[in-house]
Structures are given as structure tokens and as C-alpha cells.
């Protein structure tokens, strides 16, 4: 379903996407994002992108977590 927020960056013609560091996760950290994204995608939040650039993922510790 189409939302009135939704749009296409066009890019320049002659746009390179920069490539950064790419910061390595755990199994576990994998497995969270992934879930993360299904679970997004099926409400209809996000949707497949096809866009050359991407975005990272911070993962944020919980207060409830500290000793």
C-alpha cells in the first residue's frame, strides 16, 4: 500500500556510492537484526529498498542489563 510519505531519491547521474567499514557482528547480532527486519517488513514499516547505499545498525544496551 502506497503511504504519502513514501519516495525515490534519484540520484545524480554519475553518483558512486562510498563503500565504509564494514563493522562485523556476532551470530547472535546477526540472528536480532534479521528478526528485526522480518518483523518490520511484514507490518508494512519498511519495505525492500533498491538503493545502492546503505545504513548501519547500532545495537544499544539495555540499562536493566548493567551489574
Same mark, same amino acid.
Given at each position: 500500500?502506497? %503511504?504519502?510519505?513514501? &519516495?525515490?531519491?534519484?540520484?545524480? %547521474?554519475?553518483?558512486?556510492? %562510498?563503500?565504509?567499514?564494514? &563493522?562485523?557482528?556476532?551470530?547472535?547480532?546477526?540472528?536480532?537484526?534479521?528478526?528485526?527486519?522480518?518483523?518490520?517488513?511484514? %507490518?508494512? &514499516?519498511?519495505?525492500?529498498?533498491?538503493?545502492?547505499?546503505?545504513?548501519?545498525?547500532?545495537?544499544?544496551?539495555?540499562?536493566?542489563?548493567?551489574?
Amino acid at each position: 500500500m502506497k %503511504k504519502i510519505w513514501d &519516495y525515490i531519491i534519484e540520484v545524480k %547521474k554519475g553518483f558512486v556510492s %562510498k563503500k565504509r567499514k564494514i &563493522y562485523p557482528l556476532s551470530r547472535e547480532e546477526k540472528e536480532e537484526v534479521c528478526k528485526f527486519i522480518d518483523k518490520q517488513l511484514r %507490518k508494512g &514499516y519498511i519495505k525492500i529498498s533498491k538503493s545502492v547505499q546503505m545504513a548501519p545498525v547500532f545495537f544499544i544496551g539495555n540499562d536493566n542489563n548493567k551489574n
